[in-house]
């Protein structure tokens, strides 16, 4: 077994150790378009339609015949509707022996209903006619392989003519929550109980990112209940979450089991909060351990599990938006690791103001107010107040 118990590892060296490690099989299954929203294609995607089909008018308007005006404006008092000229709006097909549309904005009638040309119209052969597959032709690329679908990518697969694509299965996830303490969600929690609200964070997360969350029920600091719901996780999942156990207490049964079972394993990362997760692979599938403090959960998942996803699906793992800003209090830090801060920024006229979020504050404060985070690297040990930092944003530039 491959194993570390050290700290001497980055989370992109932690990230690395299980993505080329991981012997990955991703299926694929054919899917109606209407539920394609957010799935990923499994491969190329080609047009079965040419359109239009046939020439089409761009304008409202009416379709004449280019030969009319070889010598000028002709005099129209004469013309009749259906022999001179047809009515022709945009969208519509129109006979062949016409060649040119004329938009409505260059025409008007007169009392009599006789058709007039506007004041400074001129005549150009072929105007406002769309040609046979100016829109789309048969065989055309229309959305790559390994690629998210939007709306807008829908509507460019329903103008080829595709009812059904083939997408990359939705990789499993099974979450386990673990620990003696925890009581789940809706239950009022007594002396020595905790509310387990990782799990609907993980869950939401993994649905974000476009996999399929299992959640198994909470399981007790018990070495063979966990190693029974390991396997039972294993025998259904793609990847594997355990939450809780990931430190060296004297309950944390869990990085200890992966230890004992995984053919590569590495049990804490240089980055604070969170350090002591641990990831695996067993039975050829990725197994984190995630800490159970909520925002270690979250920082695991943001820079782990996330990667993870967006691995199986053949997608680069989202960066964020950075821009500087200027802390407005000093930081310190252990310089052996990275440190995650979360940051209340602000918008102040000459730049923005970075406010680190105050340890003392609760954490639902921490996780819903912050909107940006700044990631220390290893090496400093520090920041002065007024010292300009690069800070990931956590929303829209917008709403700062």
Known sequence: MNQNNDFSVTRAEALGLLLENWPLKAGTELIQIQQAL???T??????QNTLPPYRISMADGIAVRSGYFSSGLPDTTGWVKGIQYIQADTGDDFPDGFDTVIAVENIYYDDDGKLHFSDGFSFVKGDRVRQPGTMVKEGDLLVEAHVCLTPV?????????IIQLEVIRKPKVVYIPTGNELVSIGVKPERGQNVESNGIMVSAFLQQWGAEPICFPIIKDNPDELEHALDMALAVADIVLINGGSSKGMEDFNARLLQKRASIFQHGIKMVPGKPVAVAI???KPVVNLPGPTVGTFLSMDWCV??????????TIPVRQKIKARLDKSLKKRPDFETYTRLILTAQKYGYIASPVDSNKSIPYALTKSNALFIAPVGISGYQAGDEIEVELLCGLEKI
Not at 153 to 161: D, E, I, K, R
Not at 306 to 315: E, V
Request: proline share 0%; charged share 10%.
């Open 153 to 161: 990518h829908l509507a460019a697969l329903g103008m080829g003519g």
């Open 42 to 47: 499994a491969k190329d995607v080609y047009s």
């Open 282 to 284: 067993i039975n050829g």
């Open 38 to 40: 957010g799935r990923i």
């Open 306 to 315: 996330s990667g993870l996803i967006h691995h199986y699906f053949g997608l």
